[in-house]
Nanobody, 126 residues
Framework: QVQLVESGGRLVQAGGSLKLSCAAS????????MGWFRQAPGKEREFVAA????????TYADSVKGRFTISRDNAKNTIYLQMNSLKPEDTAVYYC???????????????????WGQGTQVTVSS
Protein backbone atom coordinates (compact mmCIF):
# COMPACT_ATOMS: atom_id res chain seq x y z
CA GLN A 1 0.00 0.00 0.00
CA VAL A 2 1.10 3.51 -0.81
CA GLN A 3 -0.36 6.66 0.64
CA LEU A 4 0.13 9.96 -1.16
CA VAL A 5 -0.62 13.36 0.34
CA GLU A 6 -0.36 16.52 -1.73
CA SER A 7 0.13 20.01 -0.34
CA GLY A 8 1.04 23.49 -1.46
CA GLY A 9 -1.93 24.48 -3.56
CA ARG A 10 -3.36 27.98 -3.10
CA LEU A 11 -4.54 31.10 -4.91
CA VAL A 12 -1.80 32.82 -6.90
CA GLN A 13 -1.73 35.60 -9.47
CA ALA A 14 -0.94 34.98 -13.11
CA GLY A 15 2.80 35.01 -13.69
CA GLY A 16 3.49 33.78 -10.20
CA SER A 17 5.09 30.59 -8.95
CA LEU A 18 4.03 27.75 -6.73
CA LYS A 19 5.66 24.53 -5.52
CA LEU A 20 3.53 21.49 -4.83
CA SER A 21 4.67 18.61 -2.67
CA CYS A 22 3.57 14.99 -2.54
CA ALA A 23 4.58 13.01 0.51
CA ALA A 24 4.58 9.25 0.03
CA SER A 25 4.31 6.73 2.83
CA UNK A 26 3.81 3.02 3.17
CA UNK A 27 6.47 2.03 0.68
CA UNK A 28 9.40 3.93 -0.70
CA UNK A 29 8.54 6.04 -3.72
CA UNK A 30 11.99 5.60 -5.24
CA UNK A 31 10.83 2.30 -6.78
CA UNK A 32 7.98 3.87 -8.71
CA UNK A 33 7.28 6.10 -11.62
CA MET A 34 5.69 9.19 -10.06
CA GLY A 35 3.44 11.60 -11.85
CA TRP A 36 1.40 14.73 -11.52
CA PHE A 37 -2.02 15.12 -13.11
CA ARG A 38 -4.61 17.87 -12.92
CA GLN A 39 -8.34 18.21 -13.35
CA ALA A 40 -10.15 21.44 -14.08
CA PRO A 41 -13.91 21.80 -13.48
CA GLY A 42 -15.90 20.02 -16.16
CA LYS A 43 -12.80 18.50 -17.74
CA GLU A 44 -11.11 15.13 -17.65
CA ARG A 45 -8.04 14.52 -15.54
CA GLU A 46 -4.98 15.24 -17.66
CA PHE A 47 -1.30 14.42 -17.52
CA VAL A 48 1.08 17.15 -16.35
CA ALA A 49 4.47 15.57 -15.66
CA ALA A 50 6.12 12.32 -14.64
CA UNK A 51 9.48 11.05 -13.57
CA UNK A 52 11.22 7.69 -13.78
CA UNK A 53 12.20 5.68 -10.73
CA UNK A 54 15.75 7.01 -10.76
CA UNK A 55 14.69 10.53 -11.61
CA UNK A 56 16.81 10.47 -14.72
CA UNK A 57 13.91 10.70 -17.14
CA UNK A 58 11.26 13.39 -16.92
CA THR A 59 8.43 14.05 -19.29
CA TYR A 60 5.98 16.94 -19.48
CA ALA A 61 2.75 17.86 -21.16
CA ASP A 62 3.29 20.37 -23.95
CA SER A 63 1.13 22.89 -22.11
CA VAL A 64 3.55 23.07 -19.16
CA LYS A 65 6.90 22.32 -20.78
CA GLY A 66 9.44 25.00 -19.92
CA ARG A 67 7.33 26.28 -17.02
CA PHE A 68 6.92 23.30 -14.70
CA THR A 69 9.60 21.04 -13.21
CA ILE A 70 9.06 17.69 -11.53
CA SER A 71 11.61 16.49 -9.00
CA ARG A 72 11.95 13.99 -6.21
CA ASP A 73 13.80 13.72 -2.92
CA ASN A 74 14.03 10.02 -2.21
CA ALA A 75 15.48 10.62 1.25
CA LYS A 76 12.27 12.43 2.15
CA ASN A 77 10.06 10.17 0.03
CA THR A 78 8.63 13.31 -1.52
CA ILE A 79 7.81 14.42 -5.05
CA TYR A 80 7.65 18.07 -6.06
CA LEU A 81 6.15 20.10 -8.86
CA GLN A 82 7.66 23.54 -9.29
CA MET A 83 5.30 25.70 -11.31
CA ASN A 84 6.48 29.00 -12.77
CA SER A 85 4.85 31.57 -15.03
CA LEU A 86 1.45 30.35 -13.99
CA LYS A 87 -1.54 31.05 -16.21
CA PRO A 88 -5.27 31.11 -15.42
CA GLU A 89 -5.64 27.95 -17.52
CA ASP A 90 -3.41 26.15 -15.01
CA THR A 91 -6.24 26.39 -12.49
CA ALA A 92 -7.18 22.87 -11.42
CA VAL A 93 -6.98 20.28 -8.70
CA TYR A 94 -3.51 18.75 -8.90
CA TYR A 95 -3.04 15.08 -8.10
CA CYS A 96 0.06 13.08 -7.35
CA UNK A 97 0.08 9.48 -8.58
CA UNK A 98 2.28 6.40 -8.40
CA UNK A 99 2.76 3.64 -10.94
CA UNK A 100 3.95 0.75 -8.77
CA UNK A 101 4.02 -1.93 -11.48
CA UNK A 102 7.76 -1.64 -12.11
CA UNK A 103 7.50 -1.13 -15.85
CA UNK A 104 10.40 0.66 -17.60
CA UNK A 105 7.99 3.05 -19.27
CA UNK A 106 6.56 6.38 -18.19
CA UNK A 107 2.87 6.45 -19.01
CA UNK A 108 0.75 9.56 -19.49
CA UNK A 109 -2.62 7.93 -18.95
CA UNK A 110 -4.44 7.79 -15.62
CA UNK A 111 -5.22 4.08 -15.99
CA UNK A 112 -1.55 3.14 -15.57
CA UNK A 113 -1.26 4.76 -12.15
CA UNK A 114 -2.58 2.68 -9.27
CA UNK A 115 -2.22 5.03 -6.29
CA TRP A 116 -3.50 8.58 -6.06
CA GLY A 117 -3.47 11.39 -3.57
CA GLN A 118 -6.54 13.41 -2.60
CA GLY A 119 -5.50 16.44 -4.64
CA THR A 120 -4.61 20.05 -3.89
CA GLN A 121 -6.37 23.06 -5.41
CA VAL A 122 -4.38 25.54 -7.47
CA THR A 123 -6.17 28.69 -8.55
CA VAL A 124 -4.49 31.23 -10.81
CA SER A 125 -6.17 34.62 -11.02
CA SER A 126 -5.81 36.87 -14.04
Amino acid sequence: QVQLVESGGRLVQAGGSLKLSCAASGRTSSSYVMGWFRQAPGKEREFVAAMSQSGGIRTYADSVKGRFTISRDNAKNTIYLQMNSLKPEDTAVYYCAADTQGRPIIFRTTTHYDYWGQGTQVTVSS
